[in-house]
């Protein structure tokens, strides 16, 4: 046998070796949920990331917890952002659930998200300064592209919120 055709022959068996290592650890990285993790990650923030510029805010960070089932689903069972805008902070951790509705005008989606834990930071000369959580509960209407909103409420609740950078006081806060 030539040395060209043993050569060929344990290079497609090195080829077909490192293939089925690497569907066998895609495998097992699906099971055991980091590939999950990642793709619903990277899925959220490519559409962030297309919708920010259009924002008064700037997305620090993002993260996605959720089983794939619920995330097909459109429900993130723990969706935590950070935003943005100076003087501070604004980090929200909750569920967040997005349906689809057929309406006159077209498909729209109920945006529910329900943040339990809610922070508002600040930077002082000796780091970041933090308010004492609060819950957050934000709804919206939005179109087939989540340009544009045709409605949208939220509810704050925290027994008081003294935001003194901010010159605010906050006592239970509802808005629509």
Request: hydrophobic share 45%.
């Amino acid at each position: 046998m030539s040395r060209f055709r043993l050569s060929f022959k344990r290079l497609f068996a090195g080829a077909a070796l490192v293939a089925v290592v690497t569907a066998l650890a895609l495998y097992w990285a699906w099971v055991d949920g980091r590939l999950v993790r990642w793709a619903e990650n990277w899925l959220v923030r490519q559409y962030l990331k297309e919708i920010e510029p259009q924002l008064p805010f700037k997305i620090s960070s993002v993260n996605v917890e959720s089983t794939w089932e619920d995330f097909k689903k459109g429900r993130i069972n723990r969706f935590t952002i950070t935003l943005e805008r100076e003087p501070g902070r604004l980090v929200l951790e909750g569920p967040l659930d997005v349906r689809p509705q057929d309406t006159d005008s077209g498909r729209q989606y109920a945006v529910f998200f329900e943040s339990r834990k809610s922070l508002l930071e600040w930077k002082t000369s000796k780091g970041w300064k933090s308010s004492p959580p609060f819950a957050l509960v934000f709804w919206a209407q939005a179109n087939s592209r989540f340009t544009s909103l045709a409605e949208m409420g939220m509810k704050l609740s925290a027994p008081k919120l003294e935001l003194l950078p901010f010159h605010t006081v906050i006592e239970d806060a509802q808005a629509r």
